[in-house]
Structures are given as structure tokens and as C-alpha cells.
């Protein structure tokens, strides 16, 4: 069955300035992804003549987007062109995160390479967003010196929130481990910067689409820091739901009839395999040093730590099976706080996908990323915005 | 976070080629939506100049896609100008539905008009795909010559069949109902039309899709009719899945260490809302009537009828609760031969739903289409595809 041509899927006409603006977009993306390269490459990449490239290009290059390298290296066959590369002195991504224990920040370039980076530990547990933000405000601003010290210029900043985020990108409509509920945090962070608020495991799952090691298309991310998060992606892109809840792989009933859940649920994933009761299963009491502590003792062959993880692998395989069957991704990837745990996790889990997807199984993919997903994905998706749409950050359009 | 633009998916190049048979695609599309109307009024609709739609009105009116009405009639504002409508005599699509009790075929026009249909009742299970497309064909071309009869030239053919469908849309992968596996129903087929083949789930979503009731956008399409399907879209696209078989619904598991299933697993949704095992819970035995005496039998009241659906129900909330909280669609609409059963499945469906949804459940639709959906989805993505690429039919593209 035939796809529908894309430009109906956004209704609005094809004109020369949006057929210019997407034209300046392959150009931005081609040189990012496989620069340095001359002119010619880049039209012969992109399907479009020498000429029209040239014009892209210039413009790119008069807005700080792209620089010139200058003549490629002797040798090579045809009349010697400058490459093109990336500028590192254009636009930047911010990205920052709010953490349960951490605040954390990072500027990222449009070569996709971190520029600066602030940190701090902080129990936010039951702080009020005020004081949160104020303190990230102080980060972002240290971060942003920096960057803009080495010639940088920040294009907008996305945080990264372990909660439900309203589709509008900006309200925190439920953090439970913050205990937050319904705030504005654009409102409340301010500042100079566009802001984007975004759910955590979201942007876990795009910084493993463009980062990770994933082929990109459709993967099905799964992440846990305290909640379990786990985000669709489909053709590339992140699937966010009506209200942006999608998600919430953490209330997918296990056993149907099983222990009461903060939900209102019964026997969820979160009841077999979320930390608190991953820990209680090993026999580690708050406070004792968690999910370290957890994978030292699983490292020591400790039984209780062992069963716990193996416990907490069959739940995820059970509800990873269902996921399976109904969306039949072309890979899973562990990723998060999670992925340190692997090793005692997917024994249980594989076993699980193998006995219950109706299809041949696929294995799991353990990211690389890990608990730096979310920070990395903050920052990338500024990056990306102006990548996708470079004339925004320099035009009056 | 913004959207890549919409050019950058394709992997194409924007040219003025591609551009124009975007904008003929938008003017059948928005001619077939909600004309009959005026050059004028297209072009407003579309944001294009008056010259321009008229250009592409004038090819398609010559292609026979569409036709003028006449003069609007009098007594509206303005100079009176020729409404413009989708033709009745062009392209039309050919659907096709191998079932496992018949088999059906309809032609629809390009204004969504069924033009011919012809139907057969015949027990395909258990016999080979040869004499079962032989039969087919036959029916085919008897609905063909009708729809020829009156004007109209059939652009393709789409068959929906119950089983797993390759990405290659030609394959049928399994279809454990018809006991096929693995045979290239194109090859079978031949004819003159080009032939498309497709789950019969996915045709009843897209059937839900084009011409339900369900708001266009993202949402969860379930049916049954051996088995259990769903089908899941997203921005008005489906799901397909890495190798086409996305929507194995009836093999999430809803009790893990339930009854032994079919694909291997335990505890299956297909062990408890199944049509054997809710028939089974009933009472009714093989061969005494099915759904049919089974919703009779509710319809009067009987109890073990009303028990066997509420666990149907109950068993099927839980898997859609897990669906739910994972994919946040904006509705869960109920179709095929289920829709009928929906008075006594959806009570202890939607307490299920209103248990485990960790965001404010919603209701669940039941689909108008019923049990016509697939076979009308498959005529419609034949239609579809003209709309989409209508100069795909005229030119030598």
C-alpha cells in the first residue's frame, strides 16, 4: 500500500521559501552527519545541482552555520574545493536534567560535541519546583559562559524531568518522585533561552536514536530510574501520545490480580521490577546505597541480589512481550539506569520474549548511553531543531 | 521539540516535479473531502493562487479525475464559476476479503462510492491458497466488468486476509485459520491489476480511519474475528512494525502463567476473549452457531453467555490497559465482528481500563464499519493512493 506523498501530512502548501528552508536543512544534515566535504559531494549526495548547493551553502556559511575548510587535501582527482564542515562556533544546544538526586547541565555544538557541562548532587525529592529551578538557573548560567567563551551561541535550552510533560512541552503534570503536579516550569525557569520541558525517558530514547548504536527507525527504549519509562519510536520519530503520556510502561499489569500500585492498578511492572522493589526483593534497606550497592552484590554472586534481578527480568520480558506483539519494533534497547544492571536482567527477560512473541525473537540491545541518555538527548534535540530547520535560528521567518 | 520538517523524511530532494504532484494530490484530496466546489474556493482552501489550482484542476480534468459541474447556481456573491468535482467514471479501487467462511468483493469510486460487490460463502479453512484465489479471481472479474459497465477503470487491487502479512505485501507469512504459511498470494493471483495484500486488521483501521467515526489521528483499532488483532495509528499513519506484523493483540499476556496458547506462550489474551475460548465459556458447542447464537443468547439474558463476554471483556481491559498506558491514544476504537458483542464486553472492559490507566481513562467507540471494515478498507487504499499521487495513473511517472 502506497504511503501518502508527506507534504499532505503537514498541510500546509508547497512553496519556493519552504522548498528553499527544507533544501538548507539536507545541506546542514548531509555535512553534520558525513563532513567534511566539498560542494560537489554534497549535491551529489543530496540529489540537487552544484549551482543550487552553492547558493545554499553561502548562505549557511554568511550566517555562522557551516565554514569553509579550505582546499581539500592534493592528491585527490578534479579541480581541488574547499570542504565544508560543520561550524564550531554557530549555534548550541543547552540540555539540562532534574534528577531525584542531581541537577545537571551541558552545551552541545552542531558537530554534536559537549562543550561545557555543570553538575551538582541535590536531593530534589519533595523540594518545590522554586528553589529547583533557581538552583538549575544558576548551573545553566555557568554552563552558557562557558560555551559562549568559546564562541558559542545557545539557540534554546530543553530539561530533561522525570514525569508526565503535557504535550505544550512545558507543564509537569505529574512527577511522583519529585512530587510535583501541574507546574509551568517555562514559566518558572524564565530566562533568556526558548524552553522545551520533556519527559526523561523521551529524550533517553531520541539520544539513542541519534547517538546510540541502534539502527535508527523503530525501536521500542526502555529506561528506570526509580519509575520505568519506555518510549516508541517509529520511523524515526518519538511517539508521544494524545496528551504526551505515552509511555508509562511501568503500569503495564503483570499479573492482573497482584499487589496494589500508587496507580490504582494491580500487580504492574513497577511492582515486580521498579527499585524500591527490586531492592526490597534483595534485602537492602532504604538508604543502604541502592542500585550500586544492588549490582555490587549481583557481581559477588550474592543469591538474594541474583533472584531480585532475575525476578525483576521475567516481569519486564512479560510485559516486554505484549509490547512485542503489538508493535513488533525492529529492536529493544535497555537503556538508563537499567542498562548497568544487564547482565542479571536479561537472562530472565530473553527467556520470557522467547517463549511468549508469537514471531521468531529478537535479542535486546544494551545502550551505550546508559544514565547519560536523557542529559545528551536534552541538548541534541536543540541541536537537531536547528539542523531541521537551520534558517529559523538566523532569518526573520 | 520541534518536528524535523516533513521534506527531510522522504530522503529526496525537493523539486518542482515533486512539488506539483503534491499540490494535484492536495486538490483531489481536498475536492474529494469537501467539494463539490469552486476553482476559487480550492484555492483558498489549499493557500495556492487561483492560477496555479487552475493548472492543476485543468490536467485532472482532463485525466478524467475531475469533472465540471456547470455554472455554481445563481444568487451567490460574486462572478459564478464551475464547481468542480471528483469524477464519477475514473480510476476506482478494487478490495478483496478472503475470510476464512467467504469471500467478498467490492469496487469503489473515487468518491468513496461502492460501485459493485460480489460475495461468496464458501469454508476456506483448511484449503489450499490455489482454489481459494481461483475462486477469488472469478469474483474479481465479475466485479470488475460491472464497474466497467458504468464507466469506471479500476486502478489496483487490495486483498485483506486473516494472518501475518510481509512488509513486502505480497507474502503471507501465517495465517493459522486458513492453515497458510508462507505463500506469495501476487504470484496466485496475477490478473491485470496490480494487487496489494494486507492483514485484514490493518484494512479494518484503515477503514476506521478514512471513513469511521474516530477522530483522524492516533488510536487503537481491535477486532476479532478468529483471532484478535489491533491495530495501532499514529498521525493518521499505521503501524506496521519492522516486518509487518505489528498487532498481535491476542498475544499479550494477560495471566503469565495462564493456559498454554497456541504460539508457544501461556496465558494469551486469545485464551480468554478468543471467539473458541469465549464460546467455550458459554457453553456453545463446535458447530452450533458461534457468535451469532452467542450474542442471541446474551441479547436473552442467559448467564453463562453474559459470564463468558464479561471475562472476555475483563481479560480484554487488561491487555488494553497495559496498550493504553504505553501508547496514549486518543481512542480505542472496537471493530470487527467484536462490535456486536460490545454491549456485554465493554462494562468490565472499561472498569478494567478505568482500574489501570494511570492517567483519566477514556471511553472506548465502537466502530460503525463492523465487520464490513477490512474489505471496504481495502477498496479505499486502493482509492487513497490515487488521491495521494493522482498523476501516478495519467503519466508515465
Do not use: K
Request: hydrophobic content about 45%; some cysteine; charged content about 25%.
Amino acid at each position: 500500500m502506497s504511503e501518502p506523498l508527506p507534504a499532505r501530512r503537514t498541510g500546509t502548501p508547497d512553496t519556493q521559501q519552504g522548498m528553499r528552508r527544507r533544501n538548507l536543512s539536507r545541506v546542514m544534515h548531509t555535512i553534520a552527519a558525513d563532513g567534511p566535504m566539498s560542494r560537489a559531494a554534497a549535491a551529489s549526495r543530496i540529489g540537487l545541482t552544484r549551482a543550487a548547493v552553492s547558493t545554499l551553502v553561502d548562505e549557511l556559511v554568511r550566517a555562522g552555520l557551516l565554514r569553509e575548510l579550505g582546499p581539500e587535501r592534493p592528491g585527490r582527482v578534479g579541480r581541488p574545493g574547499s570542504a565544508l564542515a560543520v561550524s564550531e562556533r554557530g549555534p548550541a544546544g543547552v540540555g539540562a536534567e532534574i534528577g531525584v538526586d542531581h541537577l545537571a547541565v551541558c552545551v552541545v555544538d552542531l558537530r554534536g560535541e559537549v562543550r561545557a557541562r555543570a553538575e551538582r548532587r541535590v536531593r530534589n525529592r519533595g523540594r518545590a519546583p522554586e528553589p529547583v529551578t533557581a538552583d538549575l538557573n544558576a548551573l545553566v548560567r555557568r554552563a552558557v559562559a562557558e560555551a559562549e567563551g568559546g564562541g558559542l551561541r545557545p539557540a534554546g535550552l530543553t530539561v530533561a524531568v522525570p514525569g508526565l510533560v503535557a504535550r505544550d512541552n512545558r507543564t509537569v503534570v505529574r512527577a511522583p518522585n519529585l512530587d510535583w503536579h501541574g507546574r509551568d516550569l517555562v514559566a518558572l525557569l524564565g530566562g533568556a533561552l526558548p524552553v522545551t520541558v520533556e519527559n526523561e525517558a523521551n529524550l533517553g530514547a531520541l539520544a539513542e536514536l541519534w547517538l546510540g548504536d541502534a539502527e535508527p527507525g523503530d525501536f521500542v527504549h526502555v529506561s528506570a530510574e526509580i519509575g520505568i519509562g519506555a518510549a516508541v519510536v517509529v520511523d524515526g520519530r518519538l511517539l508521544r501520545g494524545e496528551r504526551g503520556f505515552a509511555g508509562e510502561f511501568g503500569h503495564v499489569p503483570v499479573h492482573p490480580e497482584g499487589p496494589p500500585c500508587g496507580c490504582g492498578g494491580h500487580g504492574c511492572l513497577e511492582q515486580y521490577a521498579g527499585e524500591e522493589a527490586v531492592l526490597r526483593a534483595a534485602g537492602i534497606g532504604r538508604g543502604e546505597g541502592g542500585v550500586e550497592l544492588l549490582a555490587e552484590r549481583a557481581g559477588a554472586g550474592e543469591s538474594a541480589a541474583v533472584a531480585a534481578l532475575r525476578g525483576a527480568g521475567t516481569a519486564m520480558g512479560v510485559a516486554l512481550a505484549g509490547t512485542v506483539n503489538l508493535l513488533d519494533p525492529r529492536s529493544v534497547v535497555l537503556g538508563g539506569a537499567l542498562s548497568r544492571l544487564a547482565p542479571w536482567l536479561l537472562p530472565a527477560l530473553e527467556e520470557e520474549l522467547e517463549r511468549r512473541v508469537a514471531s521468531p525473537a529478537r535479542g535486546i540491545e544494551v545502550s551505550r548511553l546508559g544514565p547519560e541518555g536523557p542529559l545528551l538527548g536534552a541538548a541534541h534535540s536543540v541541536v537537531r531543531a536547528v539542523l531541521d530547520d537551520p534558517a529559523a535560528v538566523y532569518a526573520d521567518v
